[in-house]
């Protein structure tokens, strides 16, 4: 009996160390994680920070008050689980980003240890990919409409009315002046789009938008002027067409290789600089301009203009 007894005492005192030694053994863990490692622009994303506290170890939380390359669109209370082991803490961020390329979400320390810290996670962010199917259409800002009254416009009726009866009149009582020689000359005169394409590169130029800061205007002009050419010279519908159908019916003028390289690669370019918010150096406004001009001038080489009499 009495050993019954020194048996039950040892069983309960080891099973106490026991408990005593992995109660001790435990330490605080700590986590991070996303809902998304890749994300378009502009996308959320959730990010939980996480910290696992035994019932010894003091209390305490991540600081995180900016990630670079990040956004914050919504912060989370501090969430408190009690355990029979001790606390659990977990904290929800939405955040966004609106540059692209590849970003690191940091590791993050608890304040007791510099050693309790989270792993650090890689997000990519990018752009939507772009459908050739459709128009592209430039992006526009939001604009605050307020609210007016109905206006009574009765008296804009009237006065147009009587605008619109006075200049008939004048049109029907006023003598037509005879055209100048020169006049007639002027009018007829037709200019081929080869000239008029060098001409309108020269105005482009001259007007200096890229030191106005008026970047993609710039760029926009400077397409407009190669697909006005294009359609004239060569039938080609390119103010309806996307760049990639652009680039792919351009291959039917028999440009050579680099030429052909080098025009779709500044035309994509331009789209990029419209669409994509990417901001060109000095040596794409020069390779832009050279490449256009070139490529204008080596059509027109392979491509001799038949005038009205010759045909």
């Not at 026991?18 to 994300?39: C, H, P, Y």
């Not at 990010?47 to 919504?74: K, M, W, Y």
Request: proline letters at 3%; zero cysteines; glycine letters at 4%.
């Amino acid at each position: 009996m009495k050993e019954r007894r020194i048996n039950k005492a040892i069983h309960s005192l080891l099973f106490l160390g026991i408990a005593f030694l992995g109660n001790a053994q435990e330490k605080t863990t700590v986590r991070a994680s996303v809902d998304k490692n890749s994300i378009l622009i502009g996308e959320h994303i959730n990010l939980v920070l996480e910290a696992d506290i035994p019932e010894n170890d003091p209390i305490g939380f991540f600081a995180v008050d900016s990630i670079t390359h990040f956004e914050f669109l919504q912060k989370g209370k501090i969430d408190t689980t009690n355990t029979n082991k001790g606390t659990i803490l977990k904290q929800l961020f939405r955040i966004t980003s609106f540059d692209s390329g590849q970003w690191v979400i940091p590791s993050y320390h608890m304040p007791q240890s510099e050693d309790l810290k989270t792993d650090s996670i890689i997000i990519n962010v990018g752009y939507m990919p772009m459908d050739t199917t459709k128009d592209y259409n430039d992006i526009k800002e939001i604009i605050e409409v307020n609210a007016k009254k109905k206006m009574d416009w009765t008296w804009y009726y009237v006065g147009g009315g009587v605008l619109l009866v006075l200049l008939l009149i004048y049109l029907l009582t006023r003598k037509k002046k005879k055209k100048s020689s020169v006049q007639v000359a002027q009018e007829q005169k037709i200019i081929d789009p080869y000239t008029e394409a060098i001409q309108q590169l020269e105005i482009l130029q001259k007007e200096n938008l890229l030191a106005k800061d008026e970047t993609k205007l710039y760029y926009s002009r400077l397409t407009d002027i190669f697909r006005v050419y294009v359609e004239k010279r060569k039938n080609i519908h390119s103010l309806q067409q996307t760049t990639d159908d652009l680039v792919y019916q351009l291959k039917n003028i028999h440009l050579d290789k680099e030429r052909y390289d080098q025009l779709a690669g500044a035309l994509r370019l331009v789209d990029f600089v419209k669409f994509a918010k990417y901001i060109p150096t000095d040596a794409d406004h020069v390779n832009v301009y050279a490449t256009i001009k070139k490529t204008i001038e080596q059509i027109e080489r392979l491509n001799p203009v038949t005038t009205a009499k010759e045909e």
